[in-house]
């Protein structure tokens, strides 16, 4: 299935797509580098986000 598919039911459980590549779960998503746009997890990876994605994450994030 197409990684839209998985957004769609994700969505409800605060995953957010960042990327055309990547959903991450906001609960480990640890800090946001404006500057580079990267989101950092909890585990320590750091994953792009798309300049699509971003001012959208931002707002999510601001409300999280």
Sequence with gaps: ???????E???QF???RIHRS????SAHITSFRR?????????GTNLQVSKRKR???IQKLQGF
């Design 22 to 25: 990547y959903l991450v779960n």
């Design 55 to 57: 001012e959208d994450l």
């Design 1 to 7: 299935k197409p990684i839209g598919n998985y957004e």
């Design 9 to 11: 039911l994700f969505t």
């Design 14 to 16: 605060s995953f957010h």
């Design 35 to 43: 500057k580079d746009s990267v989101v950092v997890l909890s585990d």
